[in-house]
């Protein structure tokens, strides 16, 4: 009763499975496109248009320039471009923003740098969103 031992390593839960995320580290310089169905970190530099199912954060270091449609984006560092989150955009202290934001959220820490303009989408509109599948990751 006292000595049985229960074998859990080989037990993977399918939710684990399905979350996956991609990370662009700070010495990464990268130029294109990029698609993604999971989440998204971003600590190096992107010269080109983002389009995630997922969550995109871009930390202190990480520089963007070029446009991100996302669930939800998370800025800390810097953002060149226009970006559409179904969800909510954060720009924390020490984030710079120069664009359009639309969004269903905006929430803007004090001591973020925003310079642009931003539109805000009623529920409604992310309802019929709800199925979001960026045009270049869409299966036919």
Do not use: W
């Not at 983002?50 to 202190?60: A, R």
């Not at 270091?61 to 559409?84: A, F, H, P, Q, T």
């Not at 359009?100 to 805000?120: H, P, Q, R, V, Y």
């Not at 019929?128 to 869409?138: C, D, G, I, Y």
Request: negative net charge.
């Amino acid at each position: 009763m006292f000595n049985k031992k229960n074998n859990i390593s080989g037990i993977i839960s399918a939710t684990s499975l399905d979350k996956s995320h991609s990370v662009l580290s700070q010495s990464t310089m990268f130029s294109g496109e990029i698609n993604s169905k999971g989440d998204l970190r971003i600590d190096g530099s992107i010269e080109g248009n983002i389009n995630c199912e997922g969550k995109v954060i871009i930390g202190p270091d990480g520089r963007v320039n070029g446009n991100i449609k996302s669930s939800s984006i998370e800025l800390m560092g810097k953002i060149n471009g226009d970006v559409i989150a179904y969800d909510i955009v954060r720009l924390k202290s020490s984030s710079y923003f120069k664009g359009e934001i639309t969004a269903l959220n905006l929430e803007i820490e004090a001591g973020a740098n925003f310079f642009g303009t931003c539109k805000m989408v009623t529920e409604q509109d992310t309802i019929e969103r709800a199925t979001f599948v960026p045009e270049a990751l869409a299966i036919e």
